[in-house]
């Protein structure tokens, strides 16, 4: 309840009050009492109300636990159609030009099956050229897409050098000849770059390829190319 309705409530027990003083006095008392208790009420009616302004309510604030949940570092999938995106191994000779292509070196792997790298591969799938064992296998990108036939061919002639870091082994040619190389993949159509992965017999254990040279035929191997150098 506000101050005006306490006081408004006041009025007729103060004037009860004055009369009963007044008790028997003169006319003048009698006739100044309804201008004091007016100017009374009119006081009363201009009194300020208290207004009750509630305390603002304390909001808690959380502050959220840390995740425990490790940051996943997503490697990107190289881009095969475009020759020029394809990041080559770090080697000391990792890129080379023979018969007017130019070839990366992408990865050397040491695994009992080998597929081709180009996820829109059309003619590659996976082979296992060991037999249930592994092999070295060696994989190019090509700014050339059909490489089948028309330049990697069964007429290809390919030096490959193993090393454990204190021997070292050079091999020439394919298996049946004497030399290390099981079998090859070459892109054939294909709307993407090209591609070459060579996949060879491992001499002995924790040997792995170092080096890997190519000629059009056994007849030129003196003219063969360095492909890649780790």
Request: glycine share 4%.
């Amino acid at each position: 309840m506000d101050i005006r309705h306490r006081i408004t409530d006041a009025v007729p027990i103060f004037l009860i009050i004055l009369l009963s003083l007044a008790g028997c006095s003169n006319n003048e008392q009698l006739e100044s009492l309804p201008k004091t208790m007016a100017a009374l009420t009119q006081q009363a009616m201009y009194v300020a109300p208290v207004t009750y302004t509630p305390e603002p309510t304390e909001t808690p604030t959380i502050t959220p636990i840390p995740s425990d949940t490790p940051t996943i570092t997503v490697t990107p999938t190289p881009d095969f159609t475009d020759f020029t995106r394809v990041t080559p191994a770090a080697a000391r000779l990792n890129a080379a030009v023979w018969r007017g292509i130019n070839f990366k070196f992408v990865k050397s792997e040491i695994s009992e099956t080998s597929k081709p790298m180009d996820p829109n591969s059309k003619t590659g799938k996976e082979e296992s050229y060991g037999r249930g064992k592994k092999t070295a296998n060696v994989y190019f990108m090509t700014d050339q897409s059909e490489m089948y036939k028309k330049v990697i061919n069964n007429d290809t002639f390919v030096i490959v050098t193993f090393s454990d870091g204190v021997k070292q082994k050079i091999f020439e040619g394919w298996e049946k000849k004497g030399g290390a190389l099981k079998g090859f993949y070459a892109s054939e159509k294909t709307d993407t770059v090209g591609e070459v992965d060579f996949f060879f017999n491992i001499p002995a254990d924790s040997m792995e390829v170092i080096e890997v040279k190519i000629a059009e035929n056994a007849e030129s191997k003196d003219k063969a190319v360095v492909l890649y150098t780790k």
